[in-house]
């Protein structure tokens, strides 16, 4: 990753993911617990912590894309 890189600050509430607005930069995402390497990872997270604020590199949020939905509720088929 590039020094210089900056960071989104991603909200997950009730396992639905949505940028703040807000970036900051690498050095003070770099020892956080909620910084995630990739979407992937902020998935993982996310279901591990649950709610909270998590930082993403601003180059991995997919374009075109207000929020991700990280959990989905599986539905029994009977």
Known sequence: MARDQTFDEIRVYEGIAERTGATVDRETVRRSQTFCRSVSDLTRKARRMGDGTFYLASSLWPEN???IVLHQTWIPIS
């Open 65 to 67: 894309t207000t929020e």
